[in-house]
């Protein structure tokens, strides 16, 4: 059974600092892609980021380009999303998801983790 357990959301003022990671189980593959979106009140979920399984490729979307850094560490089955100059408007639950391909459509992605709440205050 393929799990996702998010971690280190919380409340940081505009300009600070938070990491996310996004633990792993049950993902025998080594196709997989995981990938991070966010999903703030009356609004839909979108794409944030994304990472081979090698790691060698990586995707944002432009308004977290040059901010945001996806990296994952296969020892520990882990993907990690460190968010650096956060502003007001990344404040949403931040949810990890798993697929076999890269895709910033969030309704193809196969296995999802319960997410975690970042509010960034002004």
């Known amino acids: 059974q393929v799990q996702l357990v998010e971690s280190g959301g919380g409340l940081v003022q505009a300009g600070g600092s938070l990491r996310l990671s996004c633990a792993a189980s049950g993902l025998t593959s080594s196709t997989y892609v995981t990938g991070w979106f966010r999903q703030a009140p009356g609004k839909e979920r979108e794409f944030v980021s994304a990472?081979?399984?090698?790691?060698?490729?990586?995707y944002y979307r432009d308004s977290v380009k040059g901010r945001f850094t996806i990296s994952r560490d296969n020892t520990k089955n882990t993907v990690y999303l460190q968010m650096n100059s956060l502003k007001p408007e990344d404040t949403a639950v931040y949810y990890c998801?798993?697929?076999?391909?890269?895709?910033?459509?969030?309704?193809?992605?196969?296995?999802w983790g319960q997410g975690t709440q970042v509010t960034v205050s002004s």
């Open positions: 998801a798993a697929n076999r391909f890269v895709t910033t459509t969030p309704d193809l992605y196969n296995y």
């Open positions: 990472i081979t399984w090698s790691g060698g490729s990586t």
